[in-house]
């Protein structure tokens, strides 16, 4: 019990400062800021309730909001990952129906707040809850972070959220060379593989212009991608396995939010 406190503490203060780093980003001068030609493109294809991929967000890619990457990054999220698309038009996903509840709720989130700094917060938000396993909680994040829910709940049981999965089960299959697991990371249209937690590397490596950020010049030795050779990756989440003891029924989903939502009143 005292360490999901802690958990929960940290995840709050990590969300706080998430938010101020974003508040202080958007007040810098122009002049700082990069053209868009010249940032770096950064793709993180991943899934919900990848133990995997929640650690890549929760403790690595923020960061960039914080040491100010950011403003040489152009970030793309895409919330799908390995799940599969049913002949019938239905999505089967690799950690069971609360994987697909909330990739569908992340994309929701993005369509409703399509700038990178509106819409990584509550992502941020959501995967701090998924990993001490709170899935039924996620519309906490709304109150958590003083946003309208309308947009969101409205994408999610208009049946919109479906098609924006089929958009992004479009967008992953057609990756080259094809994704193998999840988190998978690509710097300027190269993926990054098992390095992936040096992400920071690529990108100050992959950067052209002149407002070198400090992250980047405080690098001893970037990586670069030349002569590059994957290796198996273990902290990944493979296309081909089954996450069994993570999937969860729709009863299961609708009890535990009945739950959730009775807590309210």
């Known amino acids: 019990m005292e360490a999901h406190r802690s958990n929960n503490r940290r995840s709050d203060a990590l969300l706080l400062l998430l938010l101020v780093s974003l508040a202080f980003a958007n007040l810098l001068p122009s002049s700082a800021v990069p053209a868009n030609n010249e940032k770096v493109e950064l793709s993180l294809y991943y899934e ?157 490596n992959a950067y052209k212009g002149s407002n070198v950020p400090q992250a980047c010049l405080d690098l001893a030795e970037p990586v670069t991608t030349q002569n590059y050779i994957p290796k198996p990756a273990n902290n990944v989440c493979y296309k081909e396995e089954d996450y069994t003891k993570s999937k969860s029924t729709i009863s299961e989903i609708i009890s535990a939010t009945l739950a959730s939502w009775m807590q309210h009143f």
């Open 48 to 204: 919900a309730l990848c133990p995997y991929c929640e650690n890549f967000i929760l403790n690595y890619l923020y960061k960039i909001f914080d040491n100010g990457l950011i403003s040489i990054v152009d970030l793309k999220l895409s919330p799908y990952g390995n799940a599969k698309i049913g002949s019938n038009g239905t999505i089967v996903c690799q950690h069971g129906e609360w994987e697909c509840v909330l990739n569908t709720v992340e994309a929701c989130a993005i369509h409703a707040w399509p700038v990178v700094s509106d819409h990584f917060p509550f992502i941020y938000c959501v995967e701090s809850l998924t990993a001490v396993g709170k899935y039924a909680e996620w519309e906490t994040c709304f109150q958590k972070l003083n946003l309208d829910p309308k947009p969101v709940t409205d994408c999610y049981n208009s049946g919109f959220g479906h098609e924006l999965d089929l958009q992004y089960a479009n967008e992953i299959n057609a990756l080259e060379p094809p994704h193998t697991y999840v988190p998978w990371v690509v710097v300027d249209g190269k993926p990054i593989y098992d390095d992936y937690i040096y992400f920071v590397s690529f990108i100050c």
